[in-house]
């Protein structure tokens, strides 16, 4: 009986491990979701128009989400306690500084006010010396009208405002560049 709940032991120790062993291979820095596979996914948000949301610049105004729109727009929802999204940080500043003539950027600090704070964020771009615009959801309107449900998250909105794709968790600069080129052809 001992050496059958050690047998069992053993086999359920090698499923853990599996299990573990492909879970990291697909949330591992280098695998990102097929763009196919998540244009499908998207397919309900697909031709929905951006919602409207009040954001904070770093003036201290206040400004619609809207407002913001005008040529192709990449709006990041992002956190300073959140790994992923000061990791594509630099990848966003290269965006910025490669297409930020030709697209709108806005990234969004979502502010908690325990986790998350205004002042925070700023610190964060200040000390990283990003120039992407930087705007703050005090509130927390864009993180709830967008259906934001973790960090980070990106949205690919068109000029007229709607909403192209959403791509929920980390992108490669790579990705972003090619997505970032591809709303410039539209």
């Known amino acids: 009986m001992k050496n059958k709940k050690v047998v069992l032991l053993i086999v359920l120790l090698i499923a853990i491990l599996i299990i573990a062993s492909f879970a990291y291979n697909n949330l591992s820095k280098g695998n990102q979701p097929d763009l196919n596979q998540l244009k499908q ?6 031709n929905s128009t951006l919602p409207e949301f009040t954001l904070i610049d770093m003036d201290g105004n206040e400004v619609s989400s809207l407002d913001l729109l005008g040529k192709p727009t990449i709006i990041n929802f992002w956190a300073t306690w959140c790994g992923y999204c000061m990791k594509e940080m630099p990848d966003f500043q290269t965006a910025y500084e490669t297409y930020g003539d030709k697209i709108n950027f806005i990234m969004i600090d979502s502010v908690d006010g325990i986790k998350e704070t205004e002042e925070k964020g700023r610190a964060y771009i200040d000390e990283k010396g990003y120039t992407f615009p930087v705007y703050f959801d005090t509130q927390r309107e864009g993180v709830i009208n967008c259906g934001v449900t973790g960090f980070p998250n990106t949205f ?13 968790s980390y992108i490669s600069g790579e990705r972003l560049m090619e997505m970032a080129a591809s709303m410039i052809e539209e």
């Not at 996914?41 to 697909?46: I, K, L």
């Not at 690919?156 to 929920?168: E, H, N, R």
């Open 156 to 168: 690919f909105v068109s000029a007229s405002g709607k909403v192209l794709l959403i791509w929920p």
């Open 41 to 46: 996914s998207n397919e309900q948000v697909e």
